[in-house]
């Protein structure tokens, strides 16, 4: 046992422990900076907030006057006239195309992080590198390579060549929920499954990909809202200042929301922001429904599995 | 009998064997794919871009003239307006996201942050369209209206130049990139606030400390590096922003110490001016400065991510900028 | 050394019996102020620092401690014992208001600190866990270096002058200093478990508190940590009311001059205190069946 001179007698204590509870010592000052904080760090969470209440709202303030069930599902007439039925379809279609190029790529290349390579390996690390240096490559910079790779082969701009951009651009996002949702996949089940004798590909494919399943979706949800807001690559590689086209043949160019907005902003013309307007509000509220929808199906999925 | 099982059990194993290897040649081709991609992506900028870099080389970067018709092409005047407008968005965004983060992690009650989070982390879910147009129609007038009094009032910095006719300018660029980049910001550093352990804030709490004190002692100093890398990957994130920009920025190549005048950034030159370009040199070189922005974008993924160390920001950062 | 001599059963006052007096190292000779020679225990008579009136504690709507009322005294070690689950670290750490950071806490009664309710209104949260330190079941030095392990909490106070004076002392009191004076600037994290929880009692009391709340410090040490530590106990409680929750019983009987034993309440398994008395009597001759159960091993 340690004997110290420190305890010969009690120092003169720093404080009377008999007095009342309030602040002693510095601390009133402390509290008063402690408090500064907590209103300055309010107030920026509120300026947050704010930032989004204020772009939303110009966006539905402006936009309603221009939105009725013939704005969504007519085509356009002349400038100011009709809807934007082409660019809606048109986006989908690119949209779509682009998640089926990207979403199984994705869903492999998360597979083989998980089933194949570790997270410490060499292959593992180089593809998780890769992919992070995919997701920091500017979109315009994505649209000049496929039009490169595309376009200048074929002489023509193409939805088909805007698709492939944008599923360059949702890789990296699909691959790394793939890669999370998969990773969630108890352990047990895996185990299981080997206990049983099953092969591998067969319970990647009964097993673990159906357990997956939800994430997978929600992943899906997210970069396809993502996608479907791009211009950058749209605009290089389908880039179509037509928007009277009605065609929907992807391997010509074909007509998109943002590139429908991009180009009223080169018009003069009176009266037809407000359909830029109209659009724009089309797109944020299929992109803010797709990102509830994404939260809400994640919400479940995790229920579903911390009950399993 | 014996034999007949003994041959059936070697022909399902065969066919596990079999679907085994084409699953994995799957999943491996996959990953090749992204490889190649990359490499793709590289090789065909550089090949598009060498008439630009054989007739201009290095000095490209340094050069401020840009007139097509004289064949006089130099970025000098783009790269300036790229760094400007994104240093500023993150001198904005990045004070302001921390804050924000740290409300989020450690003063709001669960209920409130279970709103306030996913509101602005819907701020990255917005389109770069939207924020362009938005900022075109709403934004630059309302700068314009500012531009005189911040002028007067802040006139001896020379940021803060005289105030042009219009809002066209990097300072509403700056604005509108931080917009974008904010959440990205807020997100990470809430996400890297909450892993501090609760043992150590409790046993810092213990020690008598207010809460601003256990944030400054101990939240902060342990996220340092991680909060770190999410502002690089936010600066990365402007820097390569071109849509919303073209339509705020002017596209002028001129460098001006003040902010209140128009500009140009590498992304938005090649979104103005790649589409119909007659010029072989003029293409060309917007390939160029696809380069200098291709370097820009993994220059900064692979800073953030040397930043980081071992922390995994990587996964936040995907559910930050894909929300 | 300890010397204790107890005196006969309480139940005999009728009796007159000399009172003995205890001698432990350092202590002062306590004065014996009550009127009843006999039967009185030495630590009856030191000033009360909490005094707990039927003290309930809620989350929710659950209960999580029944009503409690006890009388905590100046430089004793006071040690909880009882059976997991039983409300230890609830009680614990309501004496210092740091179960406020759970939000369905709500607490009944009072926790009178110096004649003050430490829930009363007006009372500062920061103020309370500056007089009243706590130490944790597991250590978690923060990421630093030793030295500002230790002094971060004095800076914050304002103690800036004579900080490495400060420090060295409260490594000193830790029994920890020889260790580590030569290595004060490497990291924290880089000492033993037994190492690192005597330099979070080093933090605790840097600051030099009026109390200190040991929650089970040595539970997730090994047999020679834990000696450490327990041998702590009798030097710092010169300096410190010392209250510590343990669930080895020997533990107690080693370090304690009070004892309180909490366990379920067979009905509405609410935590209860069952008894409170000095150690010895607690161990020896319990009042409480169920106290005498626990101590004796039948169960817990």
Request: glycine fraction near 10%; charge should be positive.
């Amino acid at each position: 046992m340690t004997t110290s001179t420190d305890f010969a007698a009690p120092d003169v204590p720093l404080f009377d422990p008999t007095a009342p509870l309030t602040a002693s010592g510095n601390l009133r000052r402390r509290d008063a900076v402690d408090r500064l904080v907590r209103v300055l760090a309010t107030v920026a969470a509120a300026i947050g907030v704010g930032m989004l209440v204020i772009v939303v709202y110009s966006v539905v303030t402006k936009g309603a006057s221009a939105l009725s069930i013939g704005f969504v599902i007519h085509n356009p007439v002349g400038l100011v006239g009709g809807g934007i039925a082409n660019a809606l379809l048109g986006t989908l279609e690119i949209v779509t195309i682009a998640a089926l190029i990207a979403v199984p790529i994705g869903v492999l290349t998360g597979l083989y992080l998980t089933e194949f390579a570790g997270a410490d390996s060499r292959t593992g690390r180089a593809l998780k590198l890769g992919l992070d240096l995919m997701q920091g490559i500017p979109t315009i910079v994505v649209g000049l390579f496929v039009y490169g790779l595309i376009v200048l082969p074929l002489h023509q701009e193409s939805g088909f060549a805007g698709a492939v951009a944008l599923a360059i651009v949702i890789l990296p996002l699909m691959a790394r929920s793939a890669q999370e949702v998969l990773l969630l996949v108890p352990g047990s089940l895996r185990e299981a499954a080997d206990a049983l004798g099953v092969s591998r590909w067969r319970s990647v494919l009964t097993v673990i990909l159906p357990a997956a399943t939800g994430g997978i979706v929600t992943g899906a949800i997210l970069a396809i809202a993502r996608g479907a807001g791009e211009t950058a690559p749209l605009l290089i590689c389908d880039s179509i200042f037509n928007t009277q086209t009605t065609s929907l043949n992807p391997f010509h160019g074909i007509p998109s929301v943002p590139m429908y907005i991009y180009t009223i902003t080169e018009e003069a013309v009176s009266g037809v922001f407000v359909r830029a307007w109209g659009a724009a509000f089309i797109l944020l509220v299929m992109i803010l429904l797709a990102n509830l929808l994404a939260r809400v199906i994640l919400a479940r999925s995790r229920a579903k599995m911390g009950a399993s | 009998m014996a034999g007949l099982s003994r041959a059936f059990a070697r022909g399902a194993r065969g066919a596990g064997e079999t679907g085994d290897r084409v699953l994995f040649w799957l999943c491996a081709a996959a990953g090749v794919l992204v490889a190649l991609t990359l490499g793709d992506i590289v090789y065909q900028l550089i090949s598009n871009a060498g008439p630009a870099i054989s007739r201009f080389g290095l000095g490209f970067i340094g050069h401020q003239v840009w007139e097509p018709h004289f064949g006089q092409m130099g970025a000098a005047t783009l790269i300036y307006g790229t760094v400007v407008s994104s240093v500023m968005a993150l001198a904005i965004a990045g004070p302001l996201g921390i804050s924000i983060a740290i409300y989020l992690a450690m003063l709001a009650s669960p209920k409130v942050r279970a709103v306030v989070g996913p509101l602005v982390e819907m701020l990255a879910a917005v389109p770069s369209i939207i924020y362009g147009f938005w900022g075109l129609i709403v934004l630059v007038p309302f700068v314009q209206s500012i531009e005189p009094g911040l002028n007067s009032a802040l006139g001896w910095i020379p940021l803060f130049g005289p105030p042009q006719t219009t809002g066209i300018s990097v300072f509403s660029a700056g604005l509108v990139l931080t917009f974008m980049i904010l959440p990205i910001v807020a997100s990470l550093s809430r996400d890297l606030f909450l892993t501090v352990p609760r043992e150590l804030r409790e046993g810092a709490a213990a020690l008598g400390a207010t809460q601003w004190e256990v944030i400054r002692g101990i939240v902060l100093p342990s996220t340092v590096s991680g909060v770190s890398a999410a502002m690089v990957l936010a600066l990365g994130r402007a820097l390569g922003e071109a849509i919303a920009v073209s339509l705020v920025i002017g596209d002028v190549s001129a460098i001006h110490a003040s902010l209140f005048q128009p500009g140009a950034t590498l992304a938005e030159r090649i979104a103005n001016q790649f589409v119909g370009a007659s010029s072989n040199l003029l293409i060309a070189s917007l390939w160029y400065c696809g380069l200098i922005l291709l370097a820009i974008g993994l220059l900064t993924s692979l800073a953030a991510r040397w930043i980081a160390g071992r922390f995994d920001v990587e996964r936040s950062y995907a559910r930050a900028v894909a929300a | 050394m300890t010397v204790w001599d107890s005196t006969e059963d309480r139940a005999r006052d009728d009796q007159p019996v000399p009172a003995r007096v205890r001698i432990r190292t350092g202590a002062r000779t306590p004065t014996i102020a009550s009127h009843r020679a006999q039967g009185v225990r030495i630590n009856e008579s030191r000033p009360v620092v909490f005094d707990i009136r039927d003290m309930s504690v809620y989350y929710g709507s659950n209960r999580a401690l029944m009503g409690t009322s006890m009388k905590i005294r100046r430089n004793l070690v006071t040690a909880v014992i009882g059976p997991s689950g039983c409300g230890k670290s609830t009680f614990i750490r309501s004496l210092n208001r740091m179960n406020d950071s759970i939000p369905s806490f709500r607490l009944t009664g009072q926790v009178l600190y110096h004649g003050h309710d430490v829930y009363g209104a007006g009372v500062n949260r920061v103020e309370v866990r500056r007089r009243i330190g706590m130490v944790f079941q597991k250590p978690n030095p923060f990421p630093k270096s030793i030295y500002d392990n230790v002094a971060w909490a004095p800076r914050n106070l304002g103690l800036k002058s004579g900080l490495d004076e400060r420090v060295e002392r409260a490594l000193k009191q830790a029994a920890l200093w020889d260790e580590v004076k030569n290595r004060l600037r490497t990291s924290a994290l880089g000492l033993s478990g037994g190492q690192q929880q005597r330099l979070c009692i080093a933090r605790a009391i840097a600051v030099e508190p009026d109390v200190l709340l040991l929650d089970e410090p040595a539970s997730a040490l090994d047999p020679v940590s834990t000696a450490s530590i327990e041998d702590l106990m009798h030097t710092l409680k010169n300096r410190y009311t010392i209250v510590i929750v343990t669930h080895n019983m020997q533990q107690a009987a080693r370090v304690a001059d009070q004892t309180a034993f909490f366990s379920l309440d067979r009905v509405d398994q609410v935590g209860t205190l069952i008894e409170y008395g000095d150690t010895e009597t607690i161990f020896r001759s319990p009042k409480d069946t169920r106290t005498r159960d626990y101590v004796t091993g039948q169960f817990g």
